[in-house]
Every structure is written in structure tokens, then in C-alpha cells.
């Protein structure tokens, strides 16, 4: 296999990759934790927020569009 052909099988592995990437970012939430408080003397007093938050679906559909274009584009190039 020529070290051309093994660039564009990898363009369409990593192709695939972020394809699936966006996919799961339109599903799967991530959750963030902020922690506030304060302290006075020995006594400490804090309170734990936590919030889930989904990717914009703007990004989510650009991961989607070039994880395809790159499948594609190896596709094309190896014809």
C-alpha cells in the first residue's frame, strides 16, 4: 500500500471519528460543577451547583458535515 492510500484510509477513519463525535454531542449532556462558599474562622460553609449542558446544535451539525466530507473525500481520491 502506498503511504498515499494509507493517508486517505486514515482521512476516513478520522472522518469517522468526528462524525460519531457529533452525533453523541446533539445526545449526550456534559455536566458542570461550580463550587461557592466561604470561610470564617474554623467554620466553613459551601454550596455545590451542578448544571448539565448540551453543545450548541450549530457545532454538533459542522462535526456532522466534516466527518462526512472527510469520509467522502477519501472516497472520491481512491476512485
Keep these: ?21 457529533g452525533l453523541a ?4 449532556p456534559t455536566s458542570r ?3 461557592t462558599g466561604f470561610r470564617a474562622g474554623g467554620v466553613s460553609i ?3 451547583t451542578q448544571r448539565e449542558e448540551r453543545v450548541s446544535p450549530i ?8 466527518g462526512a466530507g472527510m469520509m ?5 481520491k481512491t476512485t
Design 33 to 35: 460543577s461550580h463550587e
Design 72 to 76: 467522502i473525500a477519501q472516497k472520491v
Design 59 to 66: 457545532l454538533s451539525a459542522v462535526m456532522i458535515l466534516i
Design 1 to 21: 500500500m502506498t503511504p498515499a492510500a494509507k493517508s486517505m484510509k486514515a482521512l476516513f477513519w478520522i472522518g469517522l471519528a468526528v462524525l460519531i463525535l
Design 46 to 48: 459551601g454550596i455545590e
Design 25 to 28: 454531542s446533539l445526545v449526550v
